[in-house]
């Protein structure tokens, strides 16, 4: 069936160093993508969306790359901080109604 | 940030037992979840809502059930807890965007 999947399950980067986490999906109608943050317990945090006509969005020291041409979503983590250690999951939007089908999570480790 | 809470955050409990877990939302939204999650992997989605009086089943089984009587408020029951419903469970809310609470923890013994 379709799916959204993850490339690495951990990545490691030291401090101040750029993170790029990334994503294949395969439903090419899904119109919005989402990334979530989760720290150990709790629940996801939403960190930055981008709809199907954009290929680039920026926010704080985040940035979201959509290839639709490949069906591949990236995130990157511009000065990679500690607090930035987490789970990081793609997800995407299929449907009028707002549901999601999420990857599998990267776990992002920053070591000093 | 996201006006939604989840209650209670941890729950250990016996076999058999019927438990509700809550979540509530202040933000105003029709459209609700719930999701299952077990430790280090993807979110499965259980239960979803349009809007008071409507809720529909998720993509992941379960024997929970839920009820949608207010817009704010979206509770989870399980009828007779089993070990195999120990795991973390997400609530969500959205117009568009899903925005998750803090989660239950659900351990049952």
């Known amino acids: 069936g379709e799916s959204v999947g993850l490339h690495l399950p951990t990545l490691s980067v030291q401090e101040g160093d750029n993170s790029i986490i990334n994503c294949a999906y395969s439903n090419s109608a899904s119109d919005y993508f989402i990334w979530y943050k989760q720290e150990s317990g709790k629940g996801p945090q939403f960190i930055i969306d981008?709809?199907?006509?954009?290929d680039k969005r920026q926010g704080q020291r985040v940035t979201v790359l959509l290839n639709k041409t490949v069906k591949h979503l990236s995130l990157q983590i511009a000065a990679t901080q500690p607090g930035d250690s987490a789970v990081y999951f793609c997800?995407?939007?299929?449907?009028?109604?707002?549901?999601?089908?999420f990857g599998a999570g990267t776990q992002v480790v920053v070591t000093p | 940030e996201a006006d939604i809470y989840q209650t209670p955050r941890y729950l250990v409990i016996g076999t058999g037992k019927k438990i509700t877990l809550e979540c509530s939302q202040t933000?105003?939204?029709?459209?609700m979840y719930w999701y299952q999650q077990d430790p280090g992997m993807e979110l499965h989605l259980i239960h979803y809502?349009?809007?008071?009086?409507?809720?529909e089943k998720g993509d992941l089984s379960s024997e929970s059930t839920v009820s949608r009587i207010r817009t704010e408020h979206f509770p989870l029951t399980l009828e007779s807890a089993r070990p195999s419903h120990t795991s973390q469970y997400l609530c969500a809310s959205s117009y568009e965007t899903q925005y998750f609470g803090p989660g239950t923890r659900l351990l049952v013994l």
């Open positions: 933000m105003g939204h029709d459209k």
């Open positions: 997800a995407e939007n299929i449907g009028s109604w707002g549901k999601l089908q």
């Open positions: 809502s349009y809007g008071v009086n409507s809720t």
């Open positions: 981008i709809r199907s006509n954009m």
